[in-house]
């Protein structure tokens, strides 16, 4: 049972094996809520959308949900016609052994791409998922998602004190994880009751301050999605835009969201290293957001990050060629408070030692100051290692 | 000896050890044509600009060049002022040196970001230069500009029947390779004599076609020129854009250039593949370039070559993130003549066994058909391999 975990009302989980991956392992998990929940959702924006996507998005967008099939194992892209099919059939299945409609249903899928899902095997598993339905299985679900990744990955906050509500976070994401979604999926669900309205700007908001601020390295995939579920089951009123708990619930999503977003990037394929680029003084947010993409996707920057070298030039190199108004003469860059060059030059060495006794740490933030403006951003990023080669190259179709 | 050079009639080339590098590597080149040459140049498109390009890119501007002084080991680059009086510094006593006017002397320098020139020693080095001046002294001065490569880059064409001139083409490269022009360094001499119109002209494009299309890491770097010397030597008659030889001098400078861009990629920091990513079908050039740009430097892509693994699954994922028009139930891909998806679908597994074949060899092509018109790009890329890693991990600052 997920430690401290207070409970979610209204909904239940559940997860099963041996469906798809010949390994055995967890494959096939059902999250359902009592009622109907209202929901919001954001989709890959890679042109190539997997079939369970297009199956899902107008259903999420009419704004009512109730049970979400996900699979690990085969990602159900590049499948054609039959693949549509069956990510339909799947979700019929799911709609009959529940009893509800199925157009209630949304159904998720991440793993290989090109393969067809095991139909003949999904017809018999899916309908004996109802009956391992239960409030406590969250972390059986957090499992039967993953694919190349090395740990579940759940975030709640909540009750909150006013309205009682819980707002709890599953994800899964190792690899191919970049801004917009890279193979990455992400279930929020809460029991407070929200104006679907307000929901849709909330989930857009946190999505962009976490799941679209990170790169594992630099792709995306055909199957991300995040799908955010609020049943109304806590017994709270209703939060909408001007409500008094309206920036709480708001703050509470882009700390789920990030947390999430956060161990997403920590568990990057071969990742040692979970890096924060935070960079001020932009021309305009836009501006920094572009360079802190520059400098946390750049290879040679992240194999630096890995070789613990505060080597500057390489994130100067990666700032100066991003396309967004800078001065290298203005430009000071710190790992976390120790200075590596001021005014685009370099420091003596005792700052550089000290940067790189910084950059042992798991953990580390690079600050970039460009003195051209207000604007900020921040991305998370991971190092490029020995490990990600091994995973990637090895990893075979 | 270059092997088959046939000379280029009024240059020389001298090299030598120990200016700069502590490994006693030779670490200063020095190129001198016997009259001043006509010039053109390509330089980085980074914002962050090396001193020797800001003193450089005006003299190449003026269109006449006489003397080319190399430095590897220390890049110049984030250097302030005191680069900037350093590079000034070089050209000025190459010039004396040499008995030129100063501003016929063109500087490059590639190596550490962030260092300064190590002054005393090169007052000392220089001025030694011109004694060794020799026709025969090419492969030094290529042996000389190189940093993290392991072979050196030369290519040549000629002489022709018509005109009787040479092209040779030198270059360095191995690291930070990325349109537009990272950490690359190329030095292209005719003997020809070339109208400076249709010299400028003739390096732009074959600079599009060569150096602008390969992609080791994405990266690009602060110090990257590509400077083209024309000095009339051979005895030929003018070259025009209206001149019968105009067709074969361009598309022997393309042959140089795309011969040197090979190398580089062939060089990669731990590269063991040499991929072309040819797209056809785009519904225009720039669309063509976006998807073979995407393909080309997908972290994912690059590491299933080094497995030999033919992911075709990361190939459309990376496609379909392209900023291009594509529809993915029209996409064919094949491994040089082997298919491996057909209108968006996997094909049987024996094409996909003899795809995996073909990824075996050192060189290979990914042909993507996309159905929506008539663009046509390619791009040259490496595989993503440990060495990679290795390499840049290990080089520390």
């Not at 406590?136 to 740990?151: G, Q, R």
């Not at 309206?246 to 969201?257: N, W």
């Not at 613990?308 to 108004?325: F, L």
Request: aromatic residues 6%.
């Amino acid at each position: 049972m997920l430690k401290n975990f207070p409970g979610l009302k209204g909904y239940k989980f559940a997860a099963r094996s041996g469906a798809i991956k010949k390994s055995g392992k967890p494959d096939l998990a059902l999250v359902f809520s009592e009622v109907p929940a209202r929901c919001a959702g954001v989709f890959t924006n890679n042109q190539v959308k997997a079939a369970p996507l297009i199956v899902s998005a107008p259903r999420v967008h009419k704004g009512h949900c109730q049970a979400v099939l996900i699979n690990s194992g085969v990602a159900n892209a590049c499948t054609g016609e039959e693949g549509l099919k069956n990510a339909l059939r799947c979700a019929e299945i799911t709609g009959q052994a529940l009893g509800i409609v199925e157009d209630l249903v949304v159904v998720s899928s991440t793993g290989v791409i090109g393969r067809q899902l095991p139909m003949e095997k999904l017809e018999r598993h899916i309908p004996l998922l109802p009956e391992g339905l239960s409030s406590k299985h969250v972390e059986a679900v957090a499992e039967a998602i993953l694919t190349t990744d090395s740990f579940t990955k759940i975030s709640f906050r909540g009750p909150s004190d006013e309205e009682g509500y819980t707002i709890l976070g599953i994800a899964k994401g190792a690899g191919m994880i970049h801004p917009d979604m890279a193979t990455m999926l992400a279930f929020v669900l809460t029991d407070a009751e929200v104006e679907s309205g307000f929901l849709n700007e909330t989930l857009q908001g946190a999505v962009n301050k976490s799941f679209n601020a990170i790169s594992v390295d630099g792709d995306t995939s055909t199957n991300d999605m995040v799908l955010l579920l609020a049943n109304g089951q806590s017994g709270g009123s209703e939060i909408r835009k001007d409500s008094k708990s309206a920036a709480l619930f708001s703050r509470q999503m882009e700390e789920v969201c990030l947390d999430l977003a956060k161990m997403i990037v920590k568990d990057g394929e071969g990742a040692t290293k979970l890096v924060r680029i935070q960079v001020e003084g932009a021309e305009s947010d836009d501006d920094a957001r572009e360079v802190a993409r520059c400098v946390a996707t750049s290879s040679l920057v992240k194999t630096a990050f890995f070789g613990e070298d505060p080597n500057w030039g390489r994130i100067i190199a990666a700032v100066g060629y991003a396309k967004a108004r800078i001065d290298s003469s203005r430009i000071d860059i710190h790992f976390n408070d120790s200075p590596v060059i001021r005014n685009g030059l370099a420091v003596g060495k005792e700052d550089l030692e000290a940067a790189a006794k910084i950059m042992k740490a798991p953990e580390f933030a690079v600050n970039i100051q460009l003195r051209m403006g207000t604007g900020t951003a921040y991305y998370y990023t991971s190092d490029l290692t020995y490990e990600y080669v091994k995973i990637n190259a090895e990893y075979h179709t």
